[in-house]
């Protein structure tokens, strides 16, 4: 079982910065893709960034110009720095991992914008 441990969640007001961590308890250079998903209360789980095994990246269309997205695969641990927050950006934060055909969860950080 492949262990994701997200940290950094926290408490800001709007236009503050957070940055998110999510530490592997293995080598990440063996998923093909790791990325950040968001799950508001009420809602559905949404893909926030996410980064290949490349460098790729790709991000929801709300995030872009505001959030990135990295991997340090030397620490086994993935990223997103996000700035600029807004009350919407409200979430858990999960971090994600796909190898194969299988998918890993952390599980969540919790983010809260306040206006």
Known sequence: QVQLVESGGGLVQTGESLRLSCAAAETIVTFSSMGWYRQAPGKQRELVARITSGGDTNYV?????????????????????????????TAVYYCNAVRDTWDYWG????VTVSS
């Open 61 to 89: 269309n709300s995030v872009l110009g505001r959030f990135t997205i990295s991997r340090d695969n030397a620490k086994n641990t993935v990223y997103l720095q996000m700035n600029s927050l807004k009350p919407e950006d």
């Open 107 to 110: 599980k969540g950080t919790l």
